[in-house]
């Protein structure tokens, strides 16, 4: 933020540093619930409040029992594989879809791309709640819609995990799509017409000449899609099964059931995976900005 001139009036000073003390109290009431969480996950006691010997300090109301009983639970172990085997192919079908849909909606002559747009990102913008029940619904007696009627598939994906798997790769799919869109803005079309000229095919136009430029804003949109299916809870809990409880999941189920402090441990363990994870999408962006000439911000 930049200093005031000299010449500055009475208003022009008041409200310049009223301004810094509301982007304080916004920033202190965003962050405060999620950084009080880290120091009591390491309560030696097992609540969710701190302790006269946490506030006092004292070596003695600090443990990382809780983190030990994260890392040899089965309970908690068997969530974060279920997590781990989820999210990294829900994010692969997230970036293959989304980014061939931006490429595609990228090209002024394709018809209604604004309803199209509108529509492959509705799942940001509809409530979660709706979006799983619907999913509910469609998984457990799925069908090909056709103009002679539908067919029913002799299959349900209610309770497999590769009804998880599509139903988060949905919910990420408009990550990806908005992130791509973003970098494409910049690309120079030309680029691709002179590979075609040169004899190249379509794929390898697209692997040696846009997908280098327009990577940063793909595994920026990936990021996001793995960070939207590692901590989605409410779709898991309509689509999935026992066999398919995630690490939110399991959180959840602490939360009502059993009132487990290692909720805390996990909470600061995501929280700190979210940090690095949003540290390497601000990276990707400067360097995106820096690949379009624009200069970073």
């Not at 970036?95 to 849909?101: I, K």
């Not at 309509?238 to 805390?264: C, D, H, N």
């Amino acid at each position: 933020m930049s200093a005031l001139p000299s010449y500055a009036t009475t208003g022009q000073r008041i409200w310049h540093y009223s301004f810094r003390v509301i982007c304080g109290l916004i920033f202190f009431f965003l962050i405060a619930p999620i950084v009080v969480i880290i120091p009591l996950s390491f309560n030696a006691e097992n609540f969710f409040t701190f302790t006269p010997e946490m506030l006092s300090l004292d070596p003695a109301g600090f443990s990382t029992k809780h983190y030990q009983d994260f890392f040899t639970s089965s309970d908690w172990q068997l969530a974060l594989r279920n997590s781990l085997k989820i999210a990294p192919v829900a994010t692969f079908l997230s970036v293959s879809l989304g980014t061939l849909a931006a490429i595609g909606l990228s090209q002024s002559h394709v018809p209604f791309r604004r309803s199209i747009m509108a529509i492959l990102i509705s799942p940001m913008i509809v409530p979660l709640i709706i979006s799983a029940t619907g999913m509910y619904f469609f998984y457990s007696n799925p069908y090909i819609p056709t103009p002679f009627g539908r067919i029913d598939l002799p299959f349900t994906l209610t309770g497999t995990y590769w009804g998880v798997v599509l139903a988060h790769a949905a919910l990420g799919i408009p990550f990806v799509i908005i992130t791509v869109t973003a970098t494409l803005v910049g690309f120079d079309q030309s680029l691709t017409r002179a590979a075609a000229n040169m004899g190249a095919n379509p794929v390898t136009t697209f692997f040696k000449v846009q997908m280098p430029l327009i990577l940063p804003g793909v595994v920026s949109g990936g990021l996001f899609a793995f960070i939207t299916s590692f901590d989605e809870v409410v779709v898991v809990l309509f689509v999935g099964s026992a066999g398919q409880k995630t690490l939110p999941w399991q959180m959840f189920t602490g939360l009502r059931e059993q009132i487990s402090p290692t909720i805390l441990a996990v909470a600061t363990i995501l929280i700190a995976v979210s940090v690095v994870l949003l540290i390497v999408v601000e990276v990707l962006r400067r360097r995106s900005e820096k690949l379009r000439g624009v200069s970073p911000t």
